[in-house]
């Protein structure tokens, strides 16, 4: 379903004061973020509603979540595994994926829906990337918040000594679905260990480890014959 704009994109205002609380947009001079503004547009989504469909995301635009949730969904290519992320109030998604030449077979994979009621801003990608090689404030702002979001990754343990759990994960959320009544993420029915090994590419007794951890740290719990998910951020995270 097409997004309803919450106010007419004339009102540039809105638009700076919403902008320049994104540390991207932070300490730009007026002009700038009067361009960045003019090529925006507000939108805004109820529960349930579809932003974009496999398929349909190019990176031709990111997006500055102002409210709600947004529920990402991407199809990891190796293990067919679905991996979802649910983003908040102050995040960004597709500035990355905008900034360079993306593979459009990776952008397909991804789907959004707003998890809860939603208002964002849409970023022109093509007028943003022109005005950042002109302003170096702004590529300064771009290039220190890549550097961040690339150190979370490198540095962070988790990421850098769990490959195998984490391909465990990222296959286990191929059988998480959300209870249509209950609003509970669970696993209907768990998959032998040796099947989830299978999937993710390791040894069985790597994915009876990875479990095992999972309900250690009360992220999951046994709910027989499936599984409760109780954060399903934290596993998004895990499996990321």
Request: charged content about 25%; overall charge negative; hydrophobic content about 40%.
């Amino acid at each position: 379903m097409s997004a309803t704009p919450l106010i007419p994109t004339t009102q540039e205002s809105d638009f700076s004061d919403a902008l320049t609380t994104f540390s991207v947009f932070q300490d730009l001079s007026d002009a700038v973020i009067d361009v960045i503004s003019k090529s925006s547009d507000r939108r805004n989504y109820d529960e349930g509603h579809t932003v974009f469909t496999a398929g349909q995301f190019d990176a031709s635009e990111f997006y500055l979540i102002l409210s709600g949730r947004l529920r990402l969904s991407l199809v990891d290519a190796e293990t067919g595994a679905m991996i979802i992320e649910e983003l908040g109030e102050g995040t960004i998604f597709g500035l990355e994926l905008s900034l360079g030449e993306t593979a459009p077979d990776f952008c397909d994979r991804f789907s959004a829906t707003a998890e809860e009621a939603l208002s964002m801003i849409a970023i022109d990608a093509e007028q943003f990337r022109a005005l950042a090689s002109q302003r170096p404030s702004l590529m300064r702002n771009i290039a220190t918040y890549v550097a961040k979001q690339l150190s979370a990754v490198r540095f962070d343990p988790e990421h850098t000594e769990t490959a195998p759990h984490q391909r465990v994960y990222a296959a286990l959320l191929h059988f998480v679905e959300r209870d249509a009544m209950t609003g509970q993420w669970r696993i209907e029915r768990m998959p032998k260990h040796r099947e989830l090994a299978d999937k993710a590419g390791v040894e069985e007794v790597v994915t009876a480890d990875a479990v095992a951890s999972l309900i250690q740290e009360g992220v999951a719990q046994r709910d027989y014959p499936g599984m409760v998910i109780n954060d399903i951020s934290r596993l998004n995270e895990l499996a990321s």
